[in-house]
């Protein structure tokens, strides 16, 4: 089992920044980490990913250039810096584990942790 929480969302402006975290616990050594969103009405949406290990990234082309995954393998934590943020960002973030590196579909990723709303004013 995996357990996830994030945690970071909230109010920002456009144009601003944003951290997101995910703290993970239990059996993650295998896992790589993946950051989606999901706006109202819209489905859930692949944004970046990291392996646990060597910290090799992939994004989505939606979001190469502004946002960045990070990890912290002491602190079991990976992060997700958000910086020019949109209003069309505004969504429930969520982190989620998978051993597919490569995987963007939501389905390929069986632990999700419980979301942290981020919103954009403009």
């Known amino acids: 089992q995996v357990q996830l929480l994030e945690s970071g969302g909230g109010l920002v402006q456009a144009g601003g920044s944003l951290r997101l975290s995910c703290s993970a616990s239990?059996?993650?050594?295998?896992?790589?980490v993946g950051w989606f969103r999901q706006a109202p009405g819209k489905e859930r949406d692949f944004l970046a990913a990291?392996?646990?290990?060597?910290?090799?990234?992939h994004y989505a082309d939606s979001v190469k250039g502004r946002f960045t995954i990070s990890r912290d393998g002491a602190k079991n934590t990976v992060y997700l810096q958000m910086d020019s943020l949109k209003p069309e960002d505004t969504a429930v973030y969520y982190c989620?584990?998978?051993?597919?590196?490569?995987?963007?579909?939501?389905?390929?990723?069986?632990?999700w942790g419980q979301g942290t709303l981020v919103t954009v004013s403009s």
């Open positions: 989620a584990v998978t051993t597919s590196f490569r995987a963007v579909n939501p389905s390929v990723y069986p632990y």
């Open positions: 239990g059996r993650t050594f295998n896992y790589a």
């Open positions: 990291i392996t646990r290990t060597d910290g090799l990234t």
